[in-house]
């Protein structure tokens, strides 16, 4: 069974353009997470989506930031006209979102590099 | 969800085991423990979780004290690529919100 995928693994943008980061989740999980960890400084929650649905948005900057999560294809999250400041590692994670055993699964991230 | 207090760094020789503390003293009756791991640039890594009796995993094992305020992972023969950022998560059961990571402990396992 397959992890947590992300894509591409290491992106590199300069100032103004678009970024797209794409998650496919473990099989079977509905529920995808997205954390964003500047450098030197620890993993802060951005959105979480269900599929075709955003649950909570509350981390997400109120701009140039988007997600989904369709009902067909991985979760896209979308940083348009990037700045420096968004250069980050962005870690997906998915869990099966019910039951107590509901610990979320994490991919190995998405390295954002603006130049 | 209760907030966590961890040392910022530990040391452990390979080999021995690594006894890492974590205080949650404002826990409430339906959270649970979560530890996940950070292993330098990767993804973070589910550990073990536990409400109130002592578990055991592949991995690692879990500690709860019985008033619940404090709890201390075990990992019972460190080696080396046991050397990461370690996350204590104090958590709703079920809850399908999302993890809030402090700044965690790191553990370095020396040689």
């Known amino acids: 069974n397959a992890g947590v995928m992300q894509n591409p693994r290491h992106l590199v943008r300069r100032r103004g353009q678009e970024a797209r980061l794409r998650c496919s989740p473990m099989?079977?999980?509905?529920?995808v997470y997205w954390y964003r960890q500047l450098p030197e400084e620890g993993l802060k929650f951005m959105v979480y989506?269900?599929?075709?649905?955003?649950?909570?948005e509350s981390g997400m900057p109120k701009e140039r930031f988007s997600a989904e999560f369709p009902k067909e294809g991985p979760s896209i999250l979308r940083i348009q006209q990037v700045v420096r400041g968004d250069s980050a590692a962005y870690f997906c994670?998915?869990?099966?979102?019910?039951?107590?055993?509901?610990?979320?699964?994490f991919g190995p991230g998405t390295r954002l590099t603006v130049l | 969800d209760a907030k966590t207090t961890q040392p910022p760094s530990m040391d452990c020789a390979e080999g021995r085991a690594a006894n890492l503390p974590c205080n949650h003293s404002?826990?409430?009756?339906?959270?649970?423990v979560y530890w996940y791991r950070q292993i330098h640039s990767q993804g973070p890594q589910y550990i073990i979780h536990?409400?109130?009796n002592n578990e055991t995993n592949e991995m690692a094992s879990l500690i709860i004290t019985e008033d619940r305020k404090s709890s201390t992972l075990i990992l019972p023969h460190a080696t080396l690529r046991d050397t990461a950022v370690y996350y204590c998560?104090?958590?709703?059961?079920?809850?399908?919100?999302?993890?809030?990571f402090g700044s965690g402990t790191q553990l370095t396992v020396l040689p």
């Open positions: 536990g409400l109130k």
């Open positions: 994670a998915s869990s099966l979102g019910t039951g107590i055993y509901n610990e979320q699964f």
């Open positions: 998560i104090v958590r709703v059961s079920g809850s399908a919100r999302q993890l809030t």
């Open positions: 404002t826990i409430s009756g339906n959270e649970y």
């Open positions: 099989k079977g999980h509905s529920h």
């Open positions: 989506l269900q599929k075709e649905n955003i649950i909570d």
